[in-house]
Structures are given as C-alpha cells and as structure tokens.
C-alpha cells in the first residue's frame, strides 16, 4: 500500500511530469472512456513489457526500438479491432486516441525501461504506473462528466452542472485541482513522518544521556 501510494503522490507519470496530457484533457471525457482509455494502454504495456522482457536478450541496440514499436503497435491495433468489433459506440468515441497511445510519452518511456533494467523491479514500477495512469483518467473523466453535465454513468445526480467542464480546458482545471491536492497530501504527509522520526531520535538521545 505505501509503495503504490508513493508512486500515486510523488513518482505518477500522468499529472507530475505530464507526459500524458493527450488521454487525460481528450479522451477521458466521461468515468466510462477514461476507464476504457485507461485499460487500453494498461493492456498495451503490460503486454508489450512481457514480450520485450522474453526477447530482450536476443535484441541489442537499434533492434529493440525497433521491436519496441512494433510491439506495441500490434497490440493498440489489437486492442482496436476488439473494440470495433465488439463495443463500436465506444470505438467511435475514442478512435483518435487509441491509435495514440503509441506515441505516448508515458507508454513509450514504460515499455522501453524494460530492455534496459531488471525485469523484475520494471514490470511492478509500470503495473503501478500504470495502475495510477487508469485512476486518474477515470477520476478525471469522472469529474468532468459530473461537473459538465451533472452524472455519471447515464444516471443524473445533481441539476448543477458547468458546461465548461466538459470541455478540454475544463478537464485542465480538474487535472490542475488533482496536482494541487495530490502534492499538498505528499508534503503534508512527509512533513508528519519527518516530525515523527525526529520526535523519536530526541527521545532516544534522552534515553542515552
């Protein structure tokens, strides 16, 4: 639980260095596409990790970029295909951003630190990862359809809403609103265990005087 919690408030890849702006401001429109989106690029870097991490001792240099994408390539276009045929609504809704999720930063820094370091420890840091990138895409997602339109899920909740929202610029408010709140938790936090363990050494100089 700390090891995911200090991935979600200090080390996430979608709101501290915002490498994934893409998915985050435009596709997570409502809790539904961000949950979709979300598991979409799970999939692909979970699934791409595992196959570079078997082959990765027969490729060296140039020839792992290159299986890299087209590892990862293969599995958005996957992805699409059991979206089309399956939830076509959805697909329709999101066909710009599932092809792109390719090119994000976010996807391509996760899969490629698995040709480069230990396996082991890679393959948890990215299931985290990637674990926070699917929350935050929903929490977003989730949020704008509730402020911008005043549900969620088809189900009305409350008749005030701001359209304003439902819009990208909207979504950087919530996302900017989320960054605020989750490093002002972070620096309350490490304030509080850092009062404790000095708390602790005064009381064990004491204790040796």
């Known amino acids: 639980m700390k090891f995911f919690t200090s991935k979600f408030l200090e080390q996430s890849t979608i709101y501290w260095p915002l490498l994934a702006l893409a998915p985050a401001l435009g596709g997570a429109t409502t809790f539904m596409n961000g949950l979709v989106l979300g598991i979409a690029t799970w999939i692909?870097?979970?699934?791409?990790?595992?196959?570079?991490?078997v082959f990765r001792k027969l490729l060296t240099g140039f020839a792992q970029v290159i299986f890299l994408v087209v590892v990862s390539s293969t599995m958005v276009t996957l992805i699409q295909i059991f979206m089309e045929t399956f939830y076509p609504e959805m697909h329709s809704e999101l066909i710009i951003f599932i092809p792109l999720i390719v090119l994000n930063v976010l996807v391509l820094r996760q899969i490629r630190l698995f040709s480069v370091q230990d396996p082991g420890t890679d393959l948890m840091n990215s299931f985290?990862?990637?674990?926070?990138?699917?929350?935050?895409?929903?929490?977003?997602?989730?949020?704008?359809?509730?402020?911008?339109?005043?549900?969620?899920?088809?189900?009305?909740?409350?008749?005030?809403?701001?359209?304003?929202?439902?819009?990208?610029?909207?979504?950087?408010?919530?996302?900017?609103?989320?960054?605020?709140?989750?490093?002002?938790?972070?620096?309350?936090?490490?304030?509080?265990?850092?009062?404790?363990?000095?708390?602790?050494?005064?009381?064990?100089?004491?204790?040796?005087?």
Do not use: C, W
């Open 128 to 209: 985290t990862n990637i674990s926070v990138f699917v929350f935050i895409l929903m929490l977003v997602g989730g949020l704008r359809e509730i402020l911008g339109e005043g549900d969620i899920l088809g189900q009305g909740i409350t008749g005030f809403y701001v359209e304003t929202f439902d819009t990208a610029p909207g979504a950087a408010l919530i996302l900017a609103f989320i960054i605020a709140s989750s490093r002002f938790l972070y620096i309350f936090t490490s304030k509080k265990h850092t009062d404790t363990v000095s708390s602790k050494s005064e009381q064990e100089i004491e204790v040796i005087r």
């Open 44 to 53: 692909t870097v979970v699934f791409s990790g595992i196959l570079i991490i």
